[in-house]
C-alpha cells in the first residue's frame, strides 16, 4: 500500500499533460512509497491499433522481447515495437482476438520474465520497481499525454516487491480497464481462488489484482465501470480504497467503514483524485478545495472523446 492518484482532463483536445501531472503527485507521495511506482495511462484511441505493454525481465532481455515480437506477429501485424526501459511496447494493427494475443504473449513466460501489463486501444500502463524519479528517468513519465491516468506510489506491506506487483494493474482480461488502490482486501484469497476455479489467470499475490479481475468480470457482464464499482464494495472486505479507469471514465471508491484516506477535487476544467490533499495541491501546482467522500462512496466521471492519435506520436515512451 501507500497512496494513489487520478487525474481526468475537462477541458482539452485529448492531449493533456498527464504525465507531468502524474510526476508531480506521485513525487509528493514517494518519500513514504519508495518500493515501485506507476501510472495507467489512456491516450487517444489509434485508428481501431492495439496498444500492448509487456514486462519482459531476465538475464538477455533484447533475446526475450524479440521472442515476443515475432511471436506476437504470428498472430497479428506489429507496426511498431521497442523496450523502454524494462517494458516492450507493441501497437498492432486492428485485432478483433485481443485474448488471443494476450496468450501468445505469455506463452513466452515458459521460460520466464515476460508478462503482459496492459492491453488496450487507449490504455498503457508504465510501472516498475523504485521512486518516481527513476520511473521520469527511464521511461520519460513527464512526456506523455492524453485524456486521464490513475496512478500509485507503493510501499510493500504483503507482498513481493517486484515489477509485477507494482501497480496500477490491468483488470485483466477486460483491455483498456486499470486499478489501483492503497490498503487491504482481506478476502482476495478467497476470491483468487474462485476466480482461478473459472479459469483466470494472476500473476502476483496482491489484493489489487483481484480488485480488477472483479471489475472486469462484472463488465464483461454487461456493468457499467459504476455498477461494478458499487458491487465490489459489497463483496470486497477489509479497509482500502481505489481508483479505477476505463478508455471513457475514472471512478474513485472507498469501502464500507471509509477507514483510508481519498480526497476530491472538481473543477470545470479536471478532476483530481488522490489519498493525499498535498498531492492534489502539487500535481496541479495550485491551491485546491478538496472534499473527502464518505464510507461506501463511488463517484465516476465521463471524459471527452477525443480525436483519434497517431500511436507514439504524441510521447516519447507510449
Same mark, same amino acid.
Request: aromatic content about 6%; overall charge negative.
Given at each position: 500500500?501507500?497512496?494513489?492518484?487520478?487525474?481526468?482532463?475537462?477541458?482539452?483536445?485529448?492531449?493533456?499533460?498527464?504525465?507531468?501531472?502524474?510526476?508531480?503527485?506521485?513525487?509528493?507521495?514517494?518519500?513514504?512509497?519508495?518500493?515501485?511506482?506507476?501510472?495507467?495511462?489512456?491516450?487517444?484511441?489509434?485508428?481501431?491499433?492495439?496498444?500492448?505493454?509487456?514486462?519482459?525481465?531476465?538475464?538477455?532481455?533484447?533475446?526475450?522481447?524479440?521472442?515476443?515480437?515475432?511471436?506476437?506477429?504470428?498472430?497479428?501485424?506489429?507496426?511498431?515495437?521497442?523496450?523502454?526501459?524494462?517494458?516492450?511496447?507493441?501497437?498492432?494493427?486492428?485485432?478483433?482476438?485481443?485474448?488471443?494475443?494476450?496468450? /501468445?504473449?505469455?506463452?513466452?513466460? $515458459?521460460? @520466464?520474465?515476460?508478462?503482459? &501489463?496492459?492491453?488496450? =486501444?487507449? +490504455?498503457? %500502463?508504465?510501472?516498475?520497481?523504485?521512486?518516481?524519479?527513476?520511473?521520469?528517468?527511464?521511461?520519460?513519465?513527464?512526456?506523455?499525454?492524453?485524456?486521464?491516468?490513475?496512478?500509485?506510489?507503493?510501499?510493500?506491506?504483503?507482498?513481493?516487491?517486484?515489477?509485477?506487483?507494482?501497480?496500477?494493474?490491468?483488470?485483466?482480461?477486460?483491455?483498456?480497464?486499470?486499478?489501483?488502490?492503497?490498503?487491504?482486501?482481506?478476502?482476495?484469497?478467497?476470491?483468487?481462488?474462485?476466480?482461478?476455479?473459472?479459469?483466470?489467470?494472476?500473476?502476483?499475490?496482491?489484493?489489487?489484482?483481484?480488485?480488477?479481475?472483479?471489475?472486469?468480470?462484472?463488465?464483461?457482464?454487461?456493468?457499467?465501470?459504476?455498477?461494478?464499482?458499487?458491487?465490489?464494495?459489497?463483496?470486497?472486505?477489509?479497509?482500502?480504497?481505489? /481508483?479505477?479507469?476505463?478508455?471513457? $471514465?475514472? @471512478?474513485?471508491?472507498?469501502? &464500507?467503514?471509509?477507514? =483510508?484516506? +481519498?480526497? %476530491?477535487?472538481?473543477?470545470?476544467?479536471?478532476?483530481?483524485?488522490?489519498?493525499?490533499?498535498?498531492?492534489?495541491?502539487?500535481?496541479?501546482?495550485?491551491?485546491?478545495?478538496?472534499?473527502?467522500?464518505?464510507?461506501?462512496?463511488?463517484?465516476?466521471?465521463?471524459?471527452?472523446?477525443?480525436?483519434?492519435?497517431?500511436?507514439?506520436?504524441?510521447?516519447?515512451?507510449?
Amino acid at each position: 500500500m501507500y497512496g494513489v492518484v487520478g487525474y481526468l482532463d475537462r477541458a482539452g483536445d485529448g492531449y493533456a499533460p498527464i504525465g507531468s501531472i502524474a510526476l508531480k503527485m506521485l513525487r509528493s507521495l514517494s518519500p513514504h512509497a519508495p518500493d515501485s511506482t506507476g501510472a495507467a495511462f489512456f491516450m487517444p484511441q489509434t485508428h481501431g491499433q492495439v496498444l500492448v505493454a509487456v514486462k519482459i525481465e531476465g538475464d538477455d532481455e533484447r533475446t526475450l522481447s524479440g521472442r515476443v515480437v515475432r511471436r506476437v506477429g504470428r498472430k497479428a501485424n506489429v507496426v511498431k515495437s521497442r523496450m523502454v526501459g524494462h517494458t516492450l511496447q507493441l501497437v498492432l494493427d486492428a485485432v478483433e482476438d485481443l485474448r488471443g494475443v494476450v496468450d /501468445v504473449v505469455e506463452s513466452v513466460s $515458459e521460460i @520466464g520474465g515476460v508478462e503482459c &501489463f496492459s492491453v488496450g =486501444r487507449c +490504455l498503457s %500502463i508504465v510501472k516498475d520497481v523504485g521512486s518516481i524519479e527513476h520511473l521520469e528517468e527511464e521511461y520519460a513519465f513527464s512526456t506523455i499525454r492524453g485524456t486521464h491516468m490513475i496512478g500509485q506510489a507503493r510501499l510493500a506491506t504483503e507482498s513481493r516487491v517486484d515489477m509485477s506487483h507494482s501497480q496500477p494493474f490491468w483488470a485483466r482480461p477486460r483491455p483498456d480497464v486499470a486499478v489501483a488502490h492503497t490498503g487491504q482486501v482481506t478476502n482476495h484469497h478467497k476470491l483468487r481462488r474462485r476466480y482461478e476455479a473459472q479459469g483466470q489467470r494472476f500473476f502476483t499475490d496482491n489484493d489489487a489484482e483481484v480488485i480488477g479481475t472483479f471489475l472486469a468480470l462484472e463488465m464483461e457482464q454487461g456493468a457499467s465501470l459504476e455498477d461494478a464499482m458499487r458491487a465490489s464494495l459489497g463483496v470486497l472486505d477489509g479497509t482500502y480504497a481505489y /481508483v479505477a479507469a476505463t478508455e471513457r $471514465e475514472m @471512478g474513485a471508491a472507498k469501502d &464500507f467503514m471509509g477507514a =483510508r484516506p +481519498l480526497v %476530491i477535487a472538481e473543477t470545470d476544467d479536471f478532476v483530481v483524485v488522490s489519498s493525499e490533499a498535498a498531492a492534489v495541491c502539487e500535481g496541479l501546482e495550485q491551491d485546491l478545495v478538496t472534499w473527502e467522500p464518505d464510507a461506501k462512496e463511488v463517484h465516476v466521471w465521463p471524459i471527452r472523446m477525443p480525436p483519434v492519435a497517431d500511436p507514439f506520436g504524441q510521447s516519447a515512451s507510449l
